[in-house]
Nanobody, 125 residues
Framework: QVLLTESGGGLVQGGDSLTLSCTASTGTFSDYTMGWFRQAPGNERRTFVAAIRWTGDITWETGSVKGRFTISRDDAKNTVYLQMNNLKPEDTAVYYC?????????????????WGQGTQVTVSS
């Protein structure tokens, strides 16, 4: 069992920046592809935001955040980050990190084995 704990959410204004962190309680963190998903208000499903391969050399981002959000990882700290710049009101959501042990398609929610509890990001206009 892997416990994921997100932090760094909050209320910001449009154009501001936030960095989300997700720390994992596992000694094999470097074996996991890590992803960030979000669930916007009124949406039943989580949607893909970004992911980083277990090797750390490949990242994926959804189109609406490319050029604004950056995912990174520090395996020594068992932590994955999501740097979010130029935030927009449409980025308002609960953000979840997730861990995938077996290297599935990174933007598919079902491939992830473990999930955090989520952290709220609210962007005012």
């Amino acid at each position: 069992q892997v416990l994921l704990t997100e932090s760094g959410g909050g209320l910001v204004q449009g154009g501001d920046s936030l960095t989300l962190s997700c720390t994992a309680s596992t000694g094999t963190f470097s074996d996991y592809t890590m992803g960030w998903f979000r669930q916007a208000p009124g949406n039943e499903r989580r949607t893909f935001v970004a992911a980083i391969r277990w090797t750390g050399d490949i990242t994926w981002e959804t189109g609406s955040v490319k050029g604004r959000f950056t995912i990174s990882r520090d395996d020594a700290k068992n932590t994955v980050y999501l740097q979010m710049n130029n935030l927009k009101p449409e980025d308002t959501a609960v953000y979840y990190c997730a861990a995938d042990r077996f290297g599935g398609v990174p933007d598919v929610e079902d491939v992830y084995d473990y999930w955090g509890q989520g952290t709220q990001v609210t962007v005012s206009s």
